[in-house]
């Protein structure tokens, strides 16, 4: 068994979509003792935006690719190659003004590649078949009832930008993050504890440890 683990957050020690992707990642682990993990960190080494060089090496025939065309579809072939490695793909997905990180954006961008990620004729994705597990984190609620409802598009957007490679997100969220460091918050810091607790349970009950498979 192997996991992709893919952490996005900018806040180093002060990520909760990272701590809470570590202690996924402590859980699969439990449950799959031989199993491997390999790891890309978009928040410390962001991918290169597709951009008028090298981006429309997805529409050109590889024959005649331009050397940058060549380099961006190379960098899209190793992507594309860590999933389809992966049994699991484990992602960190916090809110930066009101979307996802422009890094995952990018990430995704490389991934929808025709003939690598799905099928230019049948329009079929080729990632199915994997799980694929998302860790939201939310400094504020944006739940129904919320002034902000309907502000999160990070996570409705996710499911539509790689629908395409066939991959379906589970979302696990987590809301209120910045309640225990932002003043003005602090009478939500019950409701940000419950979230994370939830959350934290969720994450806990992904996987079977194999000690409890005995």
């Known amino acids: 068994m192997h996991l992709l683990h893919i952490d996005s957050s900018i806040r180093g020690d002060w990520s909760v979509s990272r701590r809470l992707t570590a202690r996924a990642v402590d859980a699969w682990r439990a449950a799959h003792p031989d199993g491997t993990v390999a790891y890309r960190d978009l928040?410390?080494?962001?991918?290169?935006?597709?951009?008028?060089?090298?981006?429309?090496?997805?529409?050109?025939?590889?024959?005649?690719?331009?050397?940058?065309?060549?380099?961006?579809?190379?960098?899209?072939?190793?992507?594309?190659d860590e999933v389809k490695q992966a049994d699991v793909v484990l992602l960190g997905l916090p809110l930066y003004n009101f979307g996802a990180p422009s890094s995952v954006k990018s990430w995704v961008d490389h991934l929808i590649v025709p003939g690598l990620a799905y099928d230019?004729?049948?329009?079929?994705?080729?990632?199915?078949?994997?799980?694929?597990?998302?860790?939201?984190?939310?400094g504020g609620g944006y739940g129904e009832g919320t002034p902000r409802y309907g502000w999160d598009h990070a996570e409705p957007w996710l499911p539509h930008g790689l629908s395409m490679t066939g991959m379906q997100p589970r979302f696990i969220s987590a809301e209120l993050t910045l309640a225990p460091s932002v003043p003005a918050m602090a009478e939500l810091i019950p409701l940000h504890e419950a979230s994370l607790a939830a959350a934290e349970k969720e994450i806990d009950n992904l996987w079977t440890p194999v000690s409890a498979q005995r």
């Open 43 to 80: 928040g410390a080494e962001p991918l290169p935006h597709l951009d008028a060089d090298g981006g429309l090496a997805r529409m050109t025939p590889p024959d005649q690719h331009t050397p940058a065309q060549r380099h961006s579809w190379e960098l899209s072939e190793r992507l594309v």
């Open 120 to 138: 230019p004729t049948t329009q079929e994705g080729m990632l199915g078949g994997r799980e694929f597990v998302v860790l939201a984190t939310r």
